[in-house]
């Protein structure tokens, strides 16, 4: 049974009792056996990363030689390591991770909104503090740890409008004091320049 949720929504209200209690069971199972096939699939790549860690070159670190050569974090490898070690299970990393990701997003609404200053008469506006950064587990190096803080910068500022709705409701109608515009331009402009640099080193790199 692969209905789409949606037609298999609809379909409840055409139900009997018993055919709706047939199918969530039929349902539940096939969840279940999914997820002992993930189960075992994160068994198994934690003994195979096991293996790699263990023959990889002496000359290479860990996290460079996982950054080098697989499509995931240090910290994912390490993790799917200690499930097949039995050290942690997918059940306990996935709670682990949802809370991780309950914590940033608690931290991101906690940024400051307090106004910005002006510096002597000018048209310049200075921020009170520097950006937040969010803290990253899995990077061992600066140029690691500049990598997700310049991703999640652009992240924050690319999501920021749906971001406003989702929290004020019809923002676009608010009262807009013109330092806000002011520092909102000076921010697009080192966007811009900022995005042309990283474009050139790109094709220089």
């Known amino acids: 049974m692969n209905l ?6 609809a379909a409840t209200i055409q139900r009997s009792l018993t055919e709706l209690v047939r199918d969530t069971n039929e349902l ?6 999914a997820r002992g ?3 075992r699939a994160c068994n198994l790549l934690g003994q195979m990363l096991a293996e790699a860690k263990r023959r990889k070159p002496k000359g290479i670190t860990w996290p460079a030689f996982v950054k080098e050569n697989y499509d995931f974090s240090r910290s994912r490898a390490d993790e799917l390591i200690q499930i097949a070690e039995e050290r942690t299970t997918v059940e306990k990393a996935r709670e682990g ?3 991780s990701v309950k914590k940033s997003r608690a931290k991101s ?7 910005p200053l002006r510096s002597g008469g000018s048209n310049v506006v200075h921020l009170k503090s520097d950006p937040i950064q969010e803290p990253c587990t899995d990077c061992s190096t600066a140029e690691e740890f500049w990598q997700r803080s ?5 992240g924050d500022a690319i999501s920021i409008r749906a971001f406003w709705t989702r929290q004020f409701g019809e ?3 608010f009262e807009t004091p013109s330092s806000l515009v002011t520092l909102a331009k000076q921010a697009a402009e080192v966007w811009t320049k ?6 050139r080193r790109s094709r220089n790199g």
């Open 150 to 154: 310049l991703g999640n910068l652009a």
């Open 28 to 33: 539940y199972a096939e969840v279940e056996k």
């Open 4 to 9: 789409p949720i949606s037609t298999a929504v």
């Open 194 to 199: 900022l995005a042309a640099d990283l474009s």
């Open 109 to 115: 609404t906690l940024r400051s909104v307090e106004p």
């Open 171 to 173: 923002w676009e109608k």
């Open 97 to 99: 991770k949802n809370a």
């Open 37 to 39: 096939h993930a189960e």
